[in-house]
């Protein structure tokens, strides 16, 4: 199972590289490219290649870029740029809709919603009321959602994304909400994050006896 997992986000990262290159006009791109990008060794690359069962080219030509990123959207599921929409337009949520990069990663934020939305937009990006939240995602055929509303409406707004629809949240609420069959969720808490480190610090520290 860990193995696959493995696979499956390196077949990720990879996409996320070849987009990178992609940007900056390169066609081409060498096992040993993407190996020094994501830190493992060119052949373990070419072996995923091969797992993938793939022939886009060869160890001493290169690989097609956009052979190998429109092969791995149909491994993975995806397309190039994936739809979302910021739920929840506060601090968190502007700042996500505000934050370019992501597209360059392939990521398009089309909408943002808010129970009481304060800009019309952010950064071009429309903020739209909550009553409308359901044509949109069923129009747009949006399949996955940023979660950034306050921890009291996390619950109920997961069950009404769900009810729309939505089979992805990317959830930053300190309510940890659970998968259903239908709902993928994934949590996201910095904190935890941060503390976590500190943990693995001080655990470290004790080990090699500093205080
Ligand atoms: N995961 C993390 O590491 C992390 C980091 C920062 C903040 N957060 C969390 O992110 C969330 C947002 O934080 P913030 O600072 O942006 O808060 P905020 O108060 O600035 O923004 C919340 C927004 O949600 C809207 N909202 C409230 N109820 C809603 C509902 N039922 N449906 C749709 N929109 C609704 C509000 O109108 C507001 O615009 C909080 O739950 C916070 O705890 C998590």
Same mark, same amino acid.
């Not at 129970?115 to 952010?122: C, L, T």
């Given at each position: 199972m860990k193995s696959n997992n493995d696979y499956t986000t390196r077949l990720i990262k990879y996409k996320r590289i070849l987009i990178q290159l992609k940007s900056l006009g390169l066609e081409k791109v060498f096992s040993s490219n993407l190996g020094d990008a994501i830190g493992i060794t060119p052949s373990l690359v070419r072996k995923d290649l091969s797992r993938m069962n793939l022939?886009? !080219?060869n160890r001493k030509g290169g690989y097609n870029i956009n052979d190998m990123i429109e092969s791995l959207n149909s491994i993975l599921g995806t397309s190039e740029l994936q739809d979302v929409v910021v739920i929840g337009c506060g601090n968190l949520g502007k700042a996500l809709i505000k934050h370019e990069a992501f597209y360059k990663e !392939?990521? +398009? @934020?089309?909408a943002g919603f808010d @129970? +009481?939305?304060?800009?019309?937009?952010?950064n071009g990006i429309p903020i739209y009321p909550m009553e409308v939240l359901i044509n949109y995602v069923t129009q747009h055929k949006i399949r996955v959602a940023v979660l950034c509303v306050p921890a009291g409406a996390a619950s109920h707004t997961r069950d009404l994304l769900s009810e729309c629809g939505i089979q992805g949240i990317l959830n930053f609420t300190p309510v940890e909400l659970k998968n259903s069959e239908y709902l993928r969720i994934q949590n996201v808490n910095i904190c935890l994050e941060i503390e976590n480190l500190f943990f693995q610090i001080s655990e470290k520290s004790q080990t090699i006896g500093i205080s």
């Open positions: 022939s886009l !080219g !392939g990521i +398009n @934020i089309t @129970i +009481n939305p304060r800009d019309a937009e952010v």
